[in-house]
């Protein structure tokens, strides 16, 4: 069964200092992973993908196979990050999204 | 930038009552979804829907719920006889391929059954 797990609902962290959020995937064949964020009374969007591996409002996440890990880090938290995010998986053959619990992220000024 | 747009925002029904939540995609997209999320819970899938017809469904999508894209435009989920565990945030999304990052989410209608 394809599964991500998030296992902090809440994390909260001073402007300026490092953040990570946490993801974990279990996966029988090549995951497709991708972090979605939704900030406060906005839609959920796409934030970043793994197979891009760019950077995106200075967040990156890197896919470790080893650990199956798709953490997704900042060197230093924004308060406009502040937001809910969201570790996903794709399913290429259902075509559909498989969501984790979320990580509501506070940066406190 | 293109959206998504879901109405109502908000609705409020009685258990046994029917409820329609409408949803227009992105106008060239040709791959329809609908999520829901209870409250406090994640994200769930519902069903997809490609070329006029359910392409997946997952196990919540019972009988109680159909799909229809009536026009070119509106894509529609029909709760029927409503239940109270069926109140949650519903979210419509539209791709135009299957890429898991290429999915554009409206803002959702939190269905509220009383």
């Known amino acids: 069964a394809q599964r991500v797990t998030q296992p902090e609902k809440l994390l909260s962290v001073f402007k300026g200092a490092p953040v990570e959020l946490k993801c974990n995937y279990s996966?029988?064949?090549?995951?497709?992973l991708f972090w979605y964020v939704q900030y406060s009374r906005q839609r959920l969007q796409l934030l970043l993908r793994?197979?891009s591996r760019e950077s995106i409002k200075g967040f990156t996440a890197d896919l470790n196979k080893g650990e199956t890990s798709f953490h997704l880090k900042k060197p230093f938290a924004q308060e406009e990050d502040s937001a809910m995010y969201y570790c996903v998986s794709y399913r290429a053959g259902a075509n559909n999204l498989f969501f984790g619990t979320g990580t509501r992220l506070t940066v406190i000024p | 930038e293109p959206e998504v747009t879901q109405t109502p925002s908000h609705q409020v029904t009685q258990m046994g009552q029917e409820v329609i939540l409408r949803c227009v995609p992105i106008?060239?997209?040709?791959?329809f979804y609908w999520y829901r999320q209870i409250l406090g819970q994640k994200v769930e899938f519902l069903v997809s829907?490609?070329?006029?017809?359910?392409?997946?469904k997952s196990e919540i999508f019972d009988d109680q719920f159909s799909v229809e894209r009536p026009d070119g435009s509106n894509f529609t989920l029909k709760i029927r006889s409503t239940k109270l565990e069926d109140s949650a945030m519903y979210f419509c999304?539209?791709?135009?391929?299957?890429?898991?990052?290429?999915?554009?989410f409206g803002s959702g209608t939190r269905l509220t059954v009383v």
């Open positions: 793994h197979i």
């Open positions: 829907f490609y070329n006029n017809e359910i392409s997946e």
């Open positions: 999304a539209s791709s135009s391929d299957r890429v898991g990052g290429g999915y554009t």
């Open positions: 996966y029988s064949g090549s995951p497709e």
């Open positions: 106008s060239n997209h040709l791959y």
